[in-house]
């Protein structure tokens, strides 16, 4: 039997809250979790730091993002495209 060796790739979309790095931009994802307990619905954002090049992206567009290598510290994910602007 043999093992596959491909590795799903990460996507996500979000909305993009600063611009102000050199090649960096942060996108905010918002996610709705439900709370193990009590059962409610519970809104969760998170921030990644994402490596960007492409210069006319501005805070508040939506844009998609995939996972990659470390590039930083904190920066281990790669701008995709812009799906929607402001």
Not at 38 to 53: D, E, L, N, P, Q
Not at 68 to 83: A, E, L, M, T, Y
């Amino acid at each position: 039997m043999e093992k596959s060796n491909k590795k799903t790739i990460k996507q996500w979309k979000g909305t993009v809250v600063s611009t102000k790095m050199d090649k960096t931009i942060v996108v905010r994802v918002d996610s709705i979790k439900f709370h193990p307990r009590y059962g409610k619905k519970i809104a969760i954002s998170k921030k990644y730091k994402v490596h960007c090049v492409n210069p006319d992206v501005k805070a508040g567009d939506i844009v998609s993002f995939v996972e990659c290598r470390p590039i930083s510290r904190d920066k281990r994910w790669r701008f995709v495209s812009k799906i929607e602007k402001k």
